[in-house]
């Protein structure tokens, strides 16, 4: 029973949350314009699905392409920065200091550099998402504990068998936990550059009907951006059960 219970927990306070703004809109007498009920939304989904499904796969394809781009580098330079603790120390800073640039200013470079489309999206994606993959992964394997790095040496192990066979499995948690951040993270990088600069996707039709004050519109392409979101979380967070399923020791954990 308490199985079952956990599975529609998700469904049930969603419907509850429609319920309650559709409640609160009628029952107050909200204007469309300022906030539209679900229910309007709903509506000018079944009407402009065509072009709401359009844009969707515009969003959905460039996030996933800026979040590859983000594993791949974030992989590569996590296993970088945390191979020295000096390397460690030298960068981290750098790229504090790079992720704490707000991406919409970088938005206007990439679409000088590359034009109005999906490029700029794309990389503002890969730029947004990348940082948490390379704090988590270089942080899995610069927390490693010097005793169990000594005894390894003292058997016999060199540097890049303790990362192979240690250091990188043990990086797993980390790496899969960071991917469910940043997933969401891209999503927002693409909106905010299709928001800018672009001709396609959720984020240009958010614009586009927001100028025409079709708050409908706009709120009905909002809801199917955070049904993408969610399923892309909840792929990696199946993913991230799957392949460290080890370290969920308690029954009572949110990912499993």
């Not at 927002?188 to 550059?193: D, P, Q």
């Not at 706009?218 to 370290?247: D, K, N, P, Q």
Request: glycine share 8%; with cysteine; net charge positive.
């Amino acid at each position: 029973m308490s199985n079952l219970t956990e599975k529609l927990a998700p469904w049930l306070f969603t419907i509850g949350i429609f319920a309650i703004w559709e409640a609160a809109c009628r029952g107050f007498n909200v204007d469309k314009f300022v906030l539209p009920p679900p229910s309007d939304a709903f509506a000018e989904m079944a009407k402009h699905w065509r072009p709401l499904l359009r844009h969707s796969f515009v969003t959905l394809w460039t996030t996933m392409a800026g979040f590859a781009l983000a594993i791949v580098f974030g992989v590569v330079l996590g296993l970088v920065v945390g191979w020295s603790r000096t390397i460690y120390r030298g960068l981290y800073p750098v790229m504090v200091g790079f992720n704490s640039i707000p991406k919409v200013a970088v938005v206007p470079i990439l679409i000088m550099w590359f034009g109005i489309g999906e490029i700029p999206a794309i990389l503002t994606a890969f730029l947004i998402s990348f940082f948490p993959i390379v704090v988590n992964v270089a942080t899995g394997l610069a927390t490693m504990e010097p005793e169990l790095e000594d005894v390894l040496r003292a058997l016999g192990a060199k540097k890049l068998d303790i990362m192979l066979k240690v250091g990188i499995p043990r990086t797993q948690p980390y790496l899969f936990g960071s991917l469910k951040v940043a997933i969401t993270l891209a999503f927002v990088g693409t909106i905010v550059s299709e928001t800018v600069g672009a001709n396609a996707g959720l984020g240009y039709l958010i614009a586009l009907a927001g100028s025409s004050f079709q708050m409908p519109l706009v709120f009905a392409a909002l809801i199917l951006l955070a049904v993408e979101g969610i399923a892309m979380y909840a792929v990696f967070a199946y993913v991230e059960v799957r392949f460290t399923h080890w370290a969920f020791r308690s029954s009572m954990s949110a990912a499993a």
